[in-house]
Structures are given as structure tokens and as C-alpha cells.
């Protein structure tokens, strides 16, 4: 796999530094000569007045350095020194794999006095070609390089694993051709009862079924409506006989007929008598006679004045019962 890589460099430029790596060789870190016209910016010219470190070598590849980091690298180049490339392991995070070698005997750190050393990481990338990630210090004088290459995508370590899906089950009922109208017809019943079993089925709501205006006990049976839904809670009965609105709004006089009084049981002579009494009390005001009845009391005949316009609470309209008989 990463065979083919050998006698490749790859470069890579992040601000003031410039790396090369040289696969089975060396990893180089420098400044770089400003662009020179009609010269490619690739690969980067060192500037040869500043000094360059080595990351990390193959094992096997320790070179002399004079003071400004240069080595034999021209050699390194041409392979004419022979380097034990590094150990190679694969490692797995999570649906992360990639192969991961460690370079050490780099330039000496003035900061620990050990020499630098650089951890390369291969990872699989069929969308681009051999090339640096990116290069990062995780430590003082410790680094970490990632190289993204297409060579390893090939290999069945790095390749995804194959998705598991579970298929779907359909079953059939698989019945006789001569049979087969007649389940078609069935199906057609059993939709139409499902149908009208949805329309009728009742709505229950915390053991309460619901709709049509049904009364419901805690058991969830029909309860008959009472006799005298709506009615006054104790059955009382009133009935206007006669009415007469103020002089000032007319004085019209308003009575049931004879024949309704006396459906009543009300003998219309004494209703006669009574409306006079009622008017020769209200004078010019409104007035109205009431028979009030209720089950197991006496019948109850009222004559009630309108109020004056204005009482001491402030009230227009009010009523005041000024005549009561019994019969």
C-alpha cells in the first residue's frame, strides 16, 4: 500500500513554516524563499540563511547536522542511504481507520534537550491525491502529521462496513383461483362493516361515553331524561293572566280569555274583581296579576305593581307584591 510512496516527497506551507516529507526518510521543517518569478511554488525553496529542524527519521537514519540543521540530506534524496522505515500500525476510532508511524532522532529541542519526534498518520481519501493534511505541535518539540492517499481505500481494513438492512416482510394469503372472487367480494363486506362499526362506535372518555345527547351513569348505561328537565328545581308553575303597562307607555290592558281561565280553574268573575282592586292600586303605574302554582302548596294568586322609577337603592323597574290570595 504505502510502498508506492517511496521516493515521493509531499510538501506543505502553513504561514512562516514550509515542511517537507520524504517518504522511508525525513521530515523537514523551514522557511521558505519568497515566490520567485517563472519558478513554480511548488515544491518550496529553502532559505538557506535560516535554520532548519528535522522532525522525525526513518530508523536507521541518523545523519550529521552542522549548526543550521543541514545534514546529508542530498544524499537522504537520492537513496543512497538505506532507512529501516518505521513500524506501521493500524488503529480504529469508532468508523475512524488509518495507519500511524513514529518518526523519532529529529533535530535536538533546545526546550528538553531530547531530539524531536513526529507521529504520521495515513488516512484513506479516494477524493484527492498523495498529499499533508496539515502538520500540528501537540507537545513541546512532539508533533503530529495527517497525509491523505487513495491507496489505502483499496484495502478491505479501511473500506466501510457493509450496511445491514433488515427487508421488509410482506405476506400474502394465497388462496385458490376459483376461491378468488369470492374472497374479493368478502373483502368488500368486511370494509363496509368496519366502516359502519366506525361511524356507530361510541366515544369514551374516562369511562363516560359521549354524543347524541345521551345521559350516562358510572356504569356507562342510558339513563332516561327526567320529566322535568329544564324545569324550576321544585316544580313551581307561574302563569301571567293580566297585564297593564304604565299611562305613560299607553295603559294597554292585556287578559287571557274566559275560556283559558277557566282551563285554569280560575272562575273569571273573581279575576274581574281582583284586576280592578290591582288597578285602583297602581294608579297610573304597570301592574300584572301571577297564579303560582307548586306541587303539594296552595295555589298562590299575586298582584304585583310596577315599582317607582327611581327607589332608595337606585333600581328602576323594581316590583312590589301588593296583593297575595289563597284558594
Known sequence: MLQDLEGNCLYFVSGWWSYSFCYNAEITQFHQLPPQPGKPPIPPQRDMTTKQFILGRARGGQSKEDEWGNGNEVEVHKGKQHHEPPKTELQVKGDTRYLVQKMEGGTTCDLTGKPRKVEVQYHCNPNVSDRIGYIKEVTTCSYLMVVYTPRLCNDVAFMPPKENKAHEIVCRAVIPEDKLEFRKELQTIEAKQELEAAKERPINIGGVVLGAGKWMNKDGQRMPIPANFGQDPLGKTVEIIARAKSKAEGGQVEMVSDADLQ?????????????????????????????????????????????????????????????????
Open 263 to 327: 282551563k285554569l280553574d280560575l272562575d273569571p268573575a273573581m279575576v274581574e274583581t281582583l284586576k280592578k282592586e290591582v288597578q285602583k292600586m297602581a294608579k297610573e303605574k304597570g301592574w300584572k296579576i301571577e297564579v303560582v302554582d307548586a306541587p303539594g302548596q296552595i295555589r298562590e294568586i299575586l298582584g304585583i305593581v310596577d315599582g317607582e322609577d327611581e327607589d332608595e337603592e337606585g333600581e328602576e323597574g323594581s316590583e312590589e307584591v301588593f296583593y297575595k290570595d289563597e284558594l
